[in-house]
């Protein structure tokens, strides 16, 4: 789907906001011509909307806010039944469906194994340039940035940087390490919105 045709659809996006780098998610949707609405009480949830992203934070404190606030259950069924899902960072520990070093886990609607702050604390941000399956080369900004150590059956790795996996596509759900929200380049959330109408 090019520019144009976005414009015409605008998808609309529920970005998950009670905590992490929401804001910043929503301005490149807007950017790129999607409706964007902030998810932070169960009552947000009623409208109909084609597209959802969990944007980095702290996933322990994303997850106890979901649960607190009643939103875990509903949006685990919507995932579970296709919405299209775009988790970075913190959104990708929610997403999975083991975590290494934690007992807890979220969503698990993504097969795969996952080790958080896997790059520890004086090494936890970095950047590098690395291709992206379908995209081409683009910045990748890592902050305490969680690794992906293995991936089940059915799971599309999209990007690798430093011989690891960073980006994976399954089903319905896009989960990358890195924070494409950080740089001024639009291509991933693009490639996120292009997406949609195949799953939703
Ligand atoms: N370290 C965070 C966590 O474990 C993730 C980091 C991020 O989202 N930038 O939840």
Redo the contacts with the bound molecule.
Sequence with gaps: MNEKSLKNKSPKIGVLAVQ?AFAEHRQILEKIGAETFEIRQLRDLEQHFDGLVLP?????VQGKLLHDLGLFEPLKNLIEKGLPTFGT??GL?LLANKLSNDSHTYFGALPATIE??AYGRQLGSFYVEENFEGIGKIPMTF????LIQKVGEGVQVLATANDQIVAVRYKNQLAISF?PELNEDLRVHKYFLETLPHFY
């Design positions: 992490g980095g934070g702290e996933s322990t960072c913190a520990i958080r702050n902050i305490r940035a969680p924070h």
